[in-house]
C-alpha cells in the first residue's frame, strides 16, 4: 500500500490497530530499558534515557508505550496521518512524557531517508514489504543499533493466510522468521535471540506471526 491509502485508512476510524500496545512487543521489551546498555554515543555522551527506533510507527501505539516506559523515542511512517494521530494521543500524556518522542514523515524504502542511530532498540512491527525492500531496510536498522542494542522485528507470517486470520494476503510481502534472519546475514553484526513462529488471539482464530528478536554484538 502506498502512503496515500494508509492516509486514507487512518482517516477512517479513531484509532485502527487500537491504543494498547501489542503484547508481544510488551513481553520482549518490558524492563529492557534496565538492562540494555547505555554507551556514550558518537558525541561521546551517554544518553539520558534509552534511545528507541519505532519503524512504521503507524499511529504511535508502540512509541507511546515506549516513552510511558522510560524511553527516548523517535517514531518513522510515511503515513502524515497515522503520525498526527499519534501526536494527538502524545498531547494528553504528561509534558514530560511527550517531549520524550519525536515523529518523521518518511518513506523507509527511501535510501535518503535519514534515520540516525545509535538505537538502544529498534522495533519494526507489521511493516510488510516486498523481500529486497525489507532485506535492505533490516539491514539498516541492524546497523543503527548500539552496541548490546535490541532488534525486534514482528509481522504476519507466511502461513497466516492459510492458518491463521485477518492481514495482508499477498505473499509477496509476508516472511517468516528465517527469512528476516537470512535477510540479517552472518555479517550484520546481531546475534539472533529469538526466531519463531507465534500465535496471536485476534475476535477470530489464531493469527500467525513471525517474530525475530536479535542483540547487536559488542565490538571485540
Ligand atoms: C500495519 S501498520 C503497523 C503500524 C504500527 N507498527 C503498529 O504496529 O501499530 C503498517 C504501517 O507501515 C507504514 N508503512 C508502510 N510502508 C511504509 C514505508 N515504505 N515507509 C514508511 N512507513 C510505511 C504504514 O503507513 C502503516 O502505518
Request: net charge negative; proline share 7%; hydrophobic share 40%.
Given at each position: ?73 523517535h517514531g518513522i511512517d510515511f503515513s502524515q496521518v497515522g503520525i498526527d494521530k499519534g501526536r494527538t494521543v502524545a ?44 532485506r535492505a531496510l533490516l539491514r539498516r536498522a541492524a546497523g543503527l543499533l548500539a552496541p548490546g542494542g535490541v532488534l ?10 492459510a492458518q491463521g486470520f485477518g492481514g495482508p494476503q499477498d505473499p509477496g510481502i509476508l516472511f517468516t522468521s528465517e ?42
Amino acid at each position: 500500500m502506498k502512503a496515500a491509502e494508509w492516509d486514507a485508512r487512518y482517516v477512517q476510524s479513531e484509532l485502527v490497530w487500537g491504543a494498547p500496545p501489542n503484547s508481544t512487543v510488551v513481553e520482549y521489551v518490558h524492563g529492557l530499558d534496565r538492562r540494555v546498555p547505555r554507551l556514550p554515543g558518537p558525541d561521546g555522551q551517554t544518553p539520558e534515557l534509552p534511545r528507541a527506533l519505532d519503524l512504521a510507527c503507524g499511529e504511535g501505539r508502540n512509541a507511546l508505550w515506549l516513552a510511558t516506559h522510560g524511553w527516548q523515542v523517535h517514531g518513522i511512517d510515511f503515513s502524515q496521518v497515522g503520525i498526527d494521530k499519534g501526536r494527538t494521543v502524545a498531547t494528553r500524556l504528561s509534558r514530560s512524557i511527550r517531549e520524550r518522542i519525536t515523529w518523521q514523515c518518511a518513506d523507509l524504502t527511501d535510501s535518503e531517508a535519514d534515520f540516525d542511530g545509535p538505537r538502544e532498540l529498534v522495533l519494526m512491527v507489521f511493516l510488510h514489504l516486498p523481500a529486497a525492500e525489507r532485506r535492505a531496510l533490516l539491514r539498516r536498522a541492524a546497523g543503527l543499533l548500539a552496541p548490546g542494542g535490541v532488534l525486534l522485528v514482528l509481522g504476519h507470517h507466511s502461513d497466516n493466510p492459510a492458518q491463521g486470520f485477518g492481514g495482508p494476503q499477498d505473499p509477496g510481502i509476508l516472511f517468516t522468521s528465517e527469512d528476516v534472519v537470512a535477510d540479517l546475514g552472518a555479517d550484520s553484526g546481531v546475534e539472533i535471540d529469538t526466531a519463531r513462529r507465534i500465535s496471536r488471539p485476534t475476535e477470530g482464530r489464531d493469527a500467525i506471526d513471525a517474530l525475530v528478536v536479535a542483540t547487536k554484538s559488542a565490538p571485540e
